[in-house]
């Protein structure tokens, strides 16, 4: 469990109060709890920051901009594995600007992982029925890798549990938290965590976009591409080919792939 009760680990509560948006530089959101700073001089830029934490505002979609890039991070998926119902109920709270999944042990989170493949998994380590352990948290941990080698795991340890946070990241996590939980830390931690999935992800789609169909060839291109693909299917046959180009165009690479 994240915490021994739900209500020590989150201590936010709401609030009818609106958030404060004046000439300042900074918005007071009572309804969540949050200070959040802002360096822009502009009213419309501290509306922004505050329209993120929340539905706090009325109406946020007046200013332009903003109903898009909520609805981006309404669509991020967070699979939180956790089996207190009560911190969980809380935790979708703290992160109700994402599609929240839930999972109380190993075989639902595994579920809900291959259902909905999340980018980002928010994991405690004591899970039944070895929730006073350790055991059951690191065979999930394990096995989600497993099943989601790219999805960000963060997990969640004891106070000064820091040997177990050291061996989960050795493990492969993308980072641990230790208990008691802050809030605005671990949605730090959530969000950064996006953005390298989101890097990653666009890394390894150039990368397939830049990958060449011929060993030795770099093409990118379309032109280039369809020069390949008129290799690979002359070079099968005994059809004699002649090869145009000026120096350094590759003919020498592409005559050799004609011939392998």
Same mark, same amino acid.
């Given at each position: 469990? @994240?915490?021994?009760?739900?209500?020590?680990?989150?201590?936010?509560r709401?609030?009818a109060?609106?958030p404060?948006?004046d000439? +300042?530089?900074c918005?007071?959101?009572?309804?969540?709890? #949050?200070?959040l700073?802002?360096?822009c001089?502009?009213?419309?830029?501290?509306?922004?920051?505050?329209?993120?934490?929340?539905?706090c505002l009325?109406?946020?979609?007046?200013v332009?901009?903003?109903?898009?890039?909520?609805?981006?991070?309404?669509?991020? =998926?967070?699979?939180i594995?956790e089996?207190?119902?009560g911190?969980?109920s809380? #935790?979708?709270?703290?992160?109700?600007?994402?599609?929240?999944?839930? $999972?109380?042990d190993?075989?639902?989170?595994? +579920?809900q992982?291959?259902?909905?493949?999340?980018?980002?998994?928010?994991?405690?380590?004591? #899970?039944?029925?070895?929730?006073?352990?350790?055991?059951?948290? @690191?065979?999930?941990l394990?096995?989600?890798?497993?099943?989601?080698?790219?999805? =960000?795991?963060?997990?969640v340890?004891?106070?000064?549990?820091?040997?177990?946070? #050291?061996? $989960?990241? +050795?493990?492969?996590?993308y980072?641990?938290?230790?208990k008691?939980?802050?809030?605005?830390?671990?949605?730090?931690?959530?969000?950064?965590?996006?953005?390298?999935?989101?890097?990653?992800?666009?890394?390894?789609?150039?990368?397939q976009? +830049?990958?060449?169909?011929l060993?030795?060839?770099?093409a990118?291109s379309?032109?280039?591409?369809k020069?390949?693909?008129?290799?690979e =299917?002359?070079?099968?046959?005994?059809?004699?080919?002649?090869?145009?180009?000026?120096?350094?165009?590759?003919?020498?690479?592409? $005559?050799?792939?004609?011939h392998?």
């Open positions: 469990m @994240f915490g021994g009760r739900a209500n020590q680990a989150v201590s936010h709401r609030s109060q609106r404060v948006l000439s +300042g530089d918005a007071i959101c009572d309804g969540h709890g #949050l200070r700073k802002c360096d001089s502009t009213q419309r830029a501290r509306v922004f920051v505050a329209a993120l934490i929340g539905n009325s109406p946020i979609t007046a332009p901009g903003i109903g898009a890039l909520i609805a981006v991070t309404e669509n991020r =998926k967070l699979l594995v089996d207190d119902p911190l969980r809380q #935790l979708r709270w703290c992160f109700e600007g994402y599609e929240v999944v839930e $999972a109380e190993r075989d639902s989170a595994i +579920g992982l291959r259902r909905h493949e999340p980018a980002v998994v928010l994991q405690d380590l004591g #899970l039944p029925p070895d929730a006073e352990g350790t055991s059951e948290g @690191f065979k999930t394990s096995e989600v890798l497993s099943c989601a080698p790219y999805s =960000k795991v963060i997990v340890t004891g106070h000064g549990d820091q040997s177990n946070a #050291l061996r $989960a990241v +050795g493990l492969g996590a980072d641990f938290y230790q008691p939980v802050d809030v605005d830390t671990l949605q730090l931690l959530v969000s950064r965590a996006y953005q390298i999935h989101d890097l990653e992800e666009e890394n390894r789609r150039l990368s976009q +830049g990958a060449s169909p060993d030795g060839i770099i990118a379309e032109s280039m591409l020069v390949c693909r008129m290799v =299917k002359i070079a099968p046959t005994d059809a004699t080919t002649l090869l145009l180009g000026e120096s350094g165009t590759g003919k020498e690479v592409l $005559a050799r792939a004609l392998n």
